[in-house]
């Protein structure tokens, strides 16, 4: 295990870590992966030559897979960073890395701390636990003079933003926000790749094709920001977290059940919100609603569950429209449009757990 001082911070309820790592830590601890095409995986691209950077040791350092998200190594800017950094040791006038790099964990770290916000974050020394969410090139850089034996590492700490248990779609996101919209990386170049290329789990990978497919067409057109790229106003992290959740609960159904659901996924939440558009026909085409609001949205999604086993229950295929509509059709008399007004939306927001609450409602609604 290794110990970091650092600094817990809350925002809007989700806790992460300021953190000072050594840069002996940081080689063993974090993985350094780019995008790769399919067949790409071994592919090197020519770098620059400069005397300073091993590119022979760097290439053995990064790993390319249709799983990463980083976007391809620019050599130039590693030089650049790498005389930057010679230049500061020579010097000593400013620091080497004075803005924070982005870290992230799959895995839940421990935090010991007194008084809940300064104290001790422990990550157990496995490497690769810590993958980069910004600031590769800087990491790569210092990496490349810290396999140099004259380049001083003992007492160099780097500032570090890390984040634990940060789930694919949130960490996607993230890194796509950074990057479109700060170092202007064409969204194209991300946006446009289908889950497999994006997330490492099947689930994840559906989830986010899903969600495109929904704010191409049908109800939920243009409803939706796909890795916060767009004009919708409903962020994709958070419904395709509960897609996910959906499809663990087949999951556990057996193994048939989900490979047939699988296959009909789209379709279904396809068919899914052109009919709750039908059933809320007024709040959902009307303005001052929040029935397309991300609580909104995410409860009727992890409502699914309890739909899927009434359509269990009726035979219902899954790609029946028809057949879901009559099912879903409690919620126009048990629910209704009034739920969903501004006004009445904001009075059970004050109450708390509002997703819960609303799921919960919709749940008991399908009760014969």
């Known amino acids: 295990m290794i110990n970091f001082p650092a600094l817990k911070l809350s925002q809007f309820g989700i806790s992460f870590y300021q953190a000072a790592v050594s840069a002996k830590e940081i080689e063993k601890l974090v993985l350094f992966e780019v995008i790769a095409a399919d067949g790409e995986e071994t592919e090197k691209k020519r770098k620059p030559s400069n005397k300073k950077v091993?590119?022979?040791?760097?290439?053995?350092?990064?790993?390319?897979?249709?799983?990463?998200?980083?976007?391809?190594?620019?050599?130039?800017?590693i030089e650049e960073l790498v005389d930057f950094y010679e230049q500061r040791r020579e010097n000593r006038d400013l620091p080497a890395v004075p803005g924070a790099v982005l870290l992230i964990s799959e895995k839940r770290l421990n935090f010991i701390s007194k008084d809940g916000s300064n104290g001790i974050l422990q990550v157990p020394e496995e490497e690769g636990i810590l993958r980069v969410l910004d600031g590769q090139h800087r990491l790569l850089a210092l990496h490349s003079l810290v396999t140099a034996s004259s380049f001083e590492v003992d007492s160099l700490q780097v500032p570090a933003v890390i984040f634990d248990a940060l789930q694919a779609p949130g960490a996607v996101e993230m890194f796509v926000t950074i990057n479109t919209k700060h170092t202007r990386l064409k969204p194209d170049l991300i946006v446009g790749l289908s889950g497999k290329k994006l997330y490492p789990d099947q689930k994840s990978a559906m989830a986010h094709d899903i969600l495109i497919k929904l704010n191409k067409e049908g109800a939920l057109q243009g409803e939706i920001k796909i890795l916060g790229i767009g004009r919708g106003k409903v962020s994709e992290a958070p419904l395709a977290i509960e897609m996910v959740a959906v499809l663990n609960d087949m999951e556990a159904l057996g193994s048939k059940a989900a490979q047939e659901f699988y296959e009909e996924?789209?379709?279904?939440?396809?068919?899914?919100?052109?009919?709750?558009?039908?059933i809320f026909e007024t709040a959902w085409n009307g303005r001052k609603y929040k029935i397309k609001s991300s609580p909104s949205l995410r409860a009727f999604v992890r409502a699914c569950p309890a739909v899927?086993?009434?359509?269990?229950?009726?035979?219902?295929?899954?790609?029946?429209?028809k057949g879901l509509g009559e099912i879903l059709s409690p919620w126009k008399e048990r629910i209704g449009d009034k739920r969903f007004e501004l006004e009445e939306f904001a009075k059970w927001k004050e109450r708390g757990g509002l997703v819960e609450r609303l799921n919960q409602e919709l749940r008991e609604a399908l009760l014969d």
């Open 54 to 77: 091993n590119w022979g040791l760097l290439e053995e350092k990064i790993r390319r897979s249709a799983e990463a998200f980083q976007r391809p190594i620019i050599g130039k800017k």
């Open 308 to 321: 899927l086993s009434k359509m269990r229950q009726n035979q219902t295929a899954l790609d029946d429209g």
């Open 265 to 278: 996924a789209p379709r279904f939440f396809s068919n899914y919100f052109k009919q709750i558009a039908k």
